[in-house]
Nanobody, 120 residues
Framework: QVRLVESGGGLVQPGGSLRLSCAAS????????MAWYRQAPGKERELVAS???????NYADSVKDRFTISRDNAENTGYLQMNSLKPEDTAVYLC??????????????WGQGTQVTVSS
């Protein structure tokens, strides 16, 4: 069974930084694309950033140039470096692993989420 555990969330002031970690159990991490989603109260879940198994990245317009997604396959861990944080970034951040085909059981996993609060 694959389990994802996020950590690194917390309370920061606007302009501050946080680094989120997503630790995956087992040795399957490197075969999955990884993404970070976030969900704020009253808002739909939003794809923040993604990284393929080969290291190609994509970012939501709202976070590009501020956030950096990365992965360490040897450690089965992914990261989201968040700089220049804004109050609008406040949300629960969720780690996701995916591989195709998505309809196949076991090809998508979610972590429990970690709270990020940006406030003065």
């Amino acid at each position: 069974q694959v389990r994802l555990v996020e950590s690194g969330g917390g309370l920061v002031q606007p302009g501050g930084s946080l680094r989120l970690s997503c630790a995956a159990s087992g040795n399957i991490f490197r075969s999955y694309a990884m993404a970070w989603y976030r969900q704020a109260p009253g808002k739909e879940r939003e794809l923040v950033a993604s990284i393929t198994t080969t290291g190609s990245t994509n970012y939501a317009d709202s976070v590009k140039d501020r956030f950096t997604i990365s992965r360490d396959n040897a450690e089965n861990t992914g990261y989201l470096q968040m700089n220049s944080l804004k109050p609008e970034d406040t949300a629960v951040y969720l780690c996701n692993l995916q591989r195709f085909p998505l309809w196949r059981p076991g090809n998508a996993y979610w972590g429990q989420g970690t709270q990020v609060t940006v406030s003065s």
